[in-house]
């Protein structure tokens, strides 16, 4: 059974501040790995999915990248500022090539950058 | 830019009430997926679908619930006799299959809150 670990499970930061997040998974047969961002009491919101043959995948601000084989994928976050503030879940896409796959969550890291 | 939609929002009922939670999957998405989340736990997998069947469900998807597509643009999530235990956040996601991309988009929630 796939089970998904983030550390660090909450980060407080000051504005500007670089930042590393991490996801780790027990089973490396995923197919996708996605990355969401969930403000309080809100719905999620896919920020960046990195397929399992990519390393890294870039949005803006932010870098994904993906060790399939140690079963790591981290979210690095540049020049934090205070509208980053939420919670960040990690999730794992398993089955095989195709759509309808389930995704397995970990329990997130809850991030405030302070002014 | 298109979304997926959920309604209600909120749903407040009895114990032992039916409801359904409805959702409007982005219009060329082929595979819906309704994932719940209990206060403070983790993100969960309840059933995906596709092609008007469904694909894959998880153990907490039991004979209480039930998922249709009624017709060409909602689906919807039956729960038959409510338990306190189902209070939680209900997320629709619709995903398209663009191989090898299956990026899951979700919907805003509804909470659902059993009295």
């Known amino acids: 059974k796939q089970e998904v670990t983030q550390i660090p499970a909450a980060l407080s930061v000051p504005e500007g501040e670089n930042l590393v997040l991490n996801c780790s998974f027990t089973?490396?047969?995923?197919?996708?790995l996605q990355w969401f961002r969930q403000d309080p009491g809100k719905g999620l919101t896919s920020l960046l999915l990195i397929q399992s043959s990519q390393r890294e995948q870039t949005s803006g601000r932010l870098n994904a990248s993906l060790d399939k084989s140690s079963g790591r994928s981290t979210l690095y976050i540049a020049a934090s500022q205070p509208g980053d503030s939420a919670t960040y879940l990690c999730a794992v896409e398993g089955g095989v090539a195709g759509g309808g796959n389930k995704l397995t969550f970990g329990t997130g890291t809850q991030l405030k950058v302070e002014l | 830019e298109p979304e997926v939609t959920q309604t209600p929002s909120h749903q407040v009922t009895q114990m032992g009430q039916e409801v359904i939670l409805r959702c409007v999957p982005i219009?060329?998405?082929?595979?819906f997926y309704w994932y719940r989340q209990i206060l403070g736990q983790k993100v969960e997998f309840l059933v995906s679908?596709?092609?008007?069947?469904?694909?894959?469900k998880s153990e907490i998807f039991d004979d209480q619930f039930s998922v249709e597509r009624p017709d060409g643009s909602n689906f919807t999530l039956k729960i038959r006799s409510t338990k306190l235990e189902d209070s939680a956040m209900y997320f629709c996601?619709?995903?398209?299959?663009?191989?090898?991309?299956?990026?899951?988009?979700f919907g805003p929630g509804t909470r659902l809150t059993v009295l």
């Open positions: 089973d490396s047969a995923i197919y996708n």
């Open positions: 219009s060329n998405h082929l595979y």
């Open positions: 996601a619709s995903s398209v299959w663009e191989g090898p991309y299956n990026e899951q988009f």
């Open positions: 679908f596709y092609n008007n069947e469904i694909s894959e």
